[in-house]
């Protein structure tokens, strides 16, 4: 492999506020480049368009039908979380009179224009597949979401019992009159709003009724393969909460609040304390959505316009049902027969027992040479948590140092630094009290650390730390040995079934120091400008990066060799890696991209960008792995997308795979997924994107299905 010399390249400059300034402070959000607006696609609407291609499989006839629920669940709880932070976002910019333009030539008030006016027809789309294609073709499955008077006597005597035992207690009518204020609507809440006439007084009220979410939305029917949904049970049953009164009309709402954190971290003397309270606002946050029933009456849809604060840009009228997300209950009845086949993660062939049936042993195997995992055809449990496990367990082993961004409620890898800690190892975590949405769960097991003894850090003013490290110090005969693990992916045994991520396990004593370095950096004031083979974030990653894509466009002018750049990731947004790669294209450099998600990088414009390819992978595991790929030898895995909070804001780590035998693995990867004509989508120099399919002749590639049936035969031929 082609080394580089890393030249050193210091951190980026921080302000007045002691804060790292990113590069659109200094030079607008092109970062300095002149990157005309029509090259460049616009992050909100891009991301848009890649929802469209999730709630795609949900009307695929070829995908199982409980998991089109699903894919359509996963659709509304991302366009939730959308609402959350990316709309609340712009509605704060408009609000205080924001009017920067993005690179695309948008103002903040013409991208909330241009969603509203994208997502209309997306979430009518997404009504009709529900009621008219998913939940037909469940009824002809045997499966039925019935009202209550479609039941016979026996099952609604049921039914009464089940409301009263279980429902009926946890309800709480809320009045709204001169002596009861509108009441707080908390955040993805189903609401009922309910008109009552007062039988003595004759007078109309309002009142709210909440659907609780602590109990299932869909009520199966004792002995029936019969469903009701919770809120037609409370509705029939509103006379039991307003004795005295006749229920007038019942009509479903739902709001959907800013919930994106806050944070002045300079100012917090406790970060974990200062991000407990921000979680606490985050309960009161703006609404920013209300989807209401299209039935609604005009009066009752300007009471709560009126009393929630919003206008009829932010109003969404839904026909059906409100709450989507919740039909991933649907999807898992137990109806294995309407779902895809089970998938068993399986073993490492290098980590297998060996004859005598004792496991091998992890250390002995990473030391004679690296170890390339791809999740989730690899099994997590066997490999990245075997690892770990191994390391608290093992006398030998003297410290672990691992970051946690996000992880599981009942991790394994947790307990294990938590034994490791309690046999006297010295453990340190860094979990990242930031990761969006995870922030209550991280504080959680931050404490629990903390109790057993593990050294807890909290990361750096302002930077997450997203980097996926582990690193082993073990005493073997030799000296100090260092084991080491540089993933995509978080430490996180359920997600790892679901995602698809990559990762190293390497004893490289260069990348052993390299991580002593990082996380010097993470725990203390060491300030390490240049790594010896990693490529870190906001170090020397970008420097790098642009360095390599520069080779190439060098190389393919000089005839040394033919210029090729490709890569895999989540999101490519990044103004002056796309201006690179506008400059490679135009000097002949050819580019595949895979990007599953945002991308902000305009493919196939003449003399601009024609030797671009992009890419999106879209099946039944979420794309995670990112995959960097220039000339024939230099090949990178590691946490980091190409968008200006991954390069300038985060703390991220690349490792080079130099082993030719996994390079060459990790190069087949690339190959099948721009093969794959069942699950890739075409980006267009429009914006649009066009879904591939087999042309005449052609065989049929799912790239996710091949990688499990090669992991399949490799696990059966031993084949390391």
């Known amino acids: 492999m082609t080394q580089l010399a890393s030249p050193a390249h210091p951190l980026p400059p921080r302000g007045p506020d002691g804060r790292f300034r990113r590069p659109e402070d200094e030079a607008g959000e092109n970062g300095g480049e002149q990157v005309s607006a029509d090259l460049y696609l616009n992050r909100e609407l891009s991301w848009l368009e890649f929802n469209r291609r999730v709630l795609t499989l949900a009307t695929d006839a070829s995908v199982p039908l409980l998991e089109r629920f699903r894919f359509l669940s996963i659709f509304h709880s991302n366009l939730d979380e959308f609402f959350m932070v990316r709309v609340a976002g712009l509605k704060q910019q408009v609000a205080a009179g924001v009017t920067k333009r993005t690179a695309d030539g948008r103002t903040p008030s013409e991208q909330l224009e241009a969603i509203a006016e994208r997502l209309h027809p997306m979430i009518t789309t997404a009504q009709e597949t529900l009621h008219g294609q998913l939940l037909p073709l469940l009824e002809r499955a045997g499966i039925r979401i019935v009202g209550l008077g479609d039941l016979d006597e026996s099952q609604r005597i049921s039914l009464d019992r089940y409301f009263e035992d279980e429902v009926f207690p946890v309800l709480t009518p809320l009045a709204v009159d001169p002596g009861h204020p509108f009441p707080y609507i908390s955040n993805l809440s189903l609401s009922l709003a309910v008109t009552v006439r007062d039988r003595r007084t004759d007078e109309r009220r309002f009142a709210r009724v909440k659907v609780p979410g602590v109990l299932p939305r869909f009520i199966e029917v004792e002995g029936e393969p019969l469903l009701v949904p919770l809120e037609d049970l409370v509705v029939a049953r509103l006379g039991r909460l307003f004795p005295g009164t006749d229920v007038i009309d019942a009509y479903a709402f739902r709001v959907t609040r800013n919930a994106d954190l806050d944070l002045e971290e300079d100012e917090a003397e406790d970060l974990l304390l200062a991000i407990e ?45 409100l709450g989507v997300a919740d039909v991933a209950g649907l999807a898992d009845l137990n109806r294995p027969d309407l779902r895809y086949e089970p998938w068993s993660p399986v073993p490492h062939p290098a980590l297998r027992s060996g004859p005598d049936g004792e496991p091998a042993d992890i250390f002995s195997v990473i030391s004679e040479g690296d170890l390339l995992v791809h999740h989730p055809y690899d099994s997590f449990e066997h490999t990245v948590g075997r690892l770990i496990a191994a390391a608290s367990d093992d006398p030998d082993v003297l410290a672990i140092k691992q970051t946690l961004y996000r992880t599981a409620g009942d991790s394994p890898i947790v307990q294990a630094l938590i034994r490791a800690a309690d046999s006297g190892k010295q453990v340190v975590a860094l979990v990242e009290l930031k990761a969006r949405f995870d922030e209550e769960a991280n504080i959680v097991w931050a404490r629990e650390l903390e109790k057993a003894g593990v050294h807890v850090v909290y990361g750096l003013v302002g930077l997450k730390t997203h980097t996926k490290t582990s690193l082993i110090v073990r005493r073997e005969e030799g000296g100090i040995r260092r084991y080491c693990h540089i993933g995509t992916g978080n430490y996180n045994h359920k997600t790892a ?14 990348i052993g120091g390299d991580l002593t370095d990082l996380f010097n950096f993470l725990t203390g004031y060491a300030r390490h400008e240049s790594y010896r083979k990693l490529l870190v974030a906001p170090v020397s990653l970008r420097d790098r990066v642009t360095r390599l894509v520069d080779r190439e466009i060098e190389a393919q002018r000089s005839g040394e060799r033919r210029g090729v750049i490709r890569a895999k990731m989540n999101s490519l947004l990044d103004p002056r890696l796309i201006a690179k790669l506008y400059e490679a294209s135009q000097a002949g450099v050819q580019i595949d991209l895979v990007v599953r998600g945002i991308c902000a990088l305009r493919p196939g414009v003449p003399e601009v960008s024609d030797r671009i390819r992009v890419v999106s992978i879209v099946g039944r595991f979420l794309e995670h792995a990112r995959i960097l790929q220039f000339g024939p030898d230099d090949v990178f895995i590691g946490s980091a997308d190409w968008m200006p909070r991954n390069l300038d804001r985060r703390v991220e780590a690349m490792t080079p795979i130099e082993d030719p035998e996994l390079r060459a693995e990790l190069l087949s990867t690339l190959d099948l997924m721009l093969a794959d004509n069942a699950n890739a989508w075409h980006l267009e120099a429009d914006g649009s994107w066009r879904r591939r399919v087999p042309e005449d002749g052609e065989a049929r590639r799912d790239s996710q299905a091949e990688l499990m049936a090669a992991a399949q035969a490799r696990a059966a031929n031993g084949d390391g």
């Not at 009471?303 to 059906?320: A, R």
């Not at 079934?497 to 260069?510: E, M, N, S, V």
């Open 277 to 321: 309270q921000e979680l606490r606002r985050r309960r009161f946050g703006a609404v920013v959505r209300l989807e209401i029933d299209e039935a609604m009456p005009t009066w009752l849809v300007e009471l709560l316009k009126e009393e929630l604060e919003l206008t009829d840009d932010d109003v969404y009228p839904v026909e059906g049902m």
């Open 497 to 510: 079934r679901i995602y698809t991520d990559l990762g190293l396990l390497t004893a490289d004593p260069a």
